[in-house]
């Protein structure tokens, strides 16, 4: 399950791809931090499975808040880490 803890590990795989992969996506194990990048979410995730059969995937659109958006309007901006956990959003659930 997705938890606040496992925001750390998306922030260092990030770090490691922003530059070089702008626009693409991101398919990250979370219990592991192993990932791939690919040019669209099943690209990825298929990649990472790959290797990593029982992987917990999340995905994430480098340099972007969203991988998908609704409607004609701008992205949302990115919330802080401190605005998320202030929100509550990562709480874990029994």
Known sequence: MFNY??????????????????????????????????????SAAKQLLAHCPDAQIFGIRIGYGAVHRFGFGATAPVLSDYAVSRAGIYEEHP
């Open 5 to 42: 803890a496992s925001s750390g590990i998306i922030g260092q795989v990030r770090s490691q791809v922003e530059a070089d992969h702008h626009g693409r996506i991101v398919a990250i194990n979370i219990e592991s931090g192993a990932f791939e990048v690919g040019d669209d979410s099943l």
